[in-house]
């Protein structure tokens, strides 16, 4: 796909609907904000401009990006079992109520699926919350900015302890085996954040949300959602293998340091 001209705000928007169809574009009036990783410099006769490689649309990408999630998510669920079946114990027996809970979210291509996590709140937690919010009004503006509160009424106290350390993920792992994830890439969100997205939520339709990516391992909770949405960006536009595995190796200091956990 070449692509020649200054890039209108219109333009950009159009090519935006067709870019992840084409493994390359080459933009012939480039400007700097198209370069990254993932770009080279081309010359054609007497103009040159700069190929972008969308990689992560190639068949083999694919392919390979699969075949990890599957040999390390059945690895991981086999070595992590009887961790899992300590967490569910120890769920069933802090407060009533199921031991797994599901939400549904967005994947690949605006597909909905379930999530799946260990349960970490109350079960009644909604009434707990409005309790909550009626009795401390000044934290309702926290509440209402990011759907988070710091010191969380409705979170039990097995339910702190796993989602410090991340752990109330690992039944995410079947979201992989089975498809509806991968093991990095943007978090899996819901329908009422599509607005908060913009024009982000086009490059995230484009991957398979992830379990950990850039966002955890560059301060989570303790980034703004403006910068949560340019990871996201950045890992669909230089996505490479190299860049999962350092994802990956940065995942296991963030979980052991609980960096930027609630």
């Known amino acids: 796909l070449f692509v020649v001209g200054d890039l209108s705000p219109r333009m950009e928007r159009q090519l935006a609907n067709v870019r992840g169809q084409f493994p390359e574009v080459v933009y012939l009036c480039p400007t700097p904000s198209l370069i990254c990783n993932s770009t080279s410099v081309v010359n054609y006769g007497l ?20 075949m990890i999630d599957l040999v390390v998510s059945l690895t991981a669920i ?28 967005i994947g690949l291509g605006g597909r909905r699926f379930h999530a799946w996590k260990f349960r970490s709140m109350v079960p009644n937690a909604p009434q707990i919350l409005q309790k909550y919010l009626d009795e401390n ?3 309702r503006a926290e509440w209402e900015l990011n759907q988070k509160l ?3 009424p409705r979170i ?17 792992l079947f979201n992989v085996f089975l ?22 939520f ?6 398979t949300p992830g379990i950990t990516g850039l966002w955890q391992i560059s301060g989570r909770n303790n980034t703004t959602y403006e910068e949560r949405l340019a990871y996201d960006e950045y890992y669909v536009q230089n996505w490479s293998p190299w860049l ?19």
């Open 47 to 66: 103009t040159s401009g700069v190929r972008r490689e969308e990689s992560l649309i190639l068949p083999d990408s694919q392919a390979c990006k699969r």
């Open 78 to 105: 086999t070595l992590l079992l009887p961790v899992m079946a300590a967490i569910a114990l120890s769920i069933k027996l802090s407060s009533p109520g199921p031991i797994m809970f599901s939400h549904k979210r």
């Open 137 to 139: 009004p000044e934290l």
């Open 150 to 152: 710091k010191n969380d």
């Open 156 to 172: 039990t106290w097995i339910g702190k302890i796993i989602r410090r350390t991340s752990l109330d993920e690992l039944p995410q």
């Open 179 to 200: 498809g509806h994830m991968s093991l990095v890439g943007p978090r899996p969100i819901v329908d009422e954040e599509i607005r908060r997205y913009g024009q982000t």
């Open 202 to 207: 086009r490059q995230y339709l484009r991957v």
């Open 244 to 262: 999962d595995l350092y994802i990956l190796l940065r995942t296991f200091k963030t979980v052991l340091l609980c960096e930027g956990a609630c």
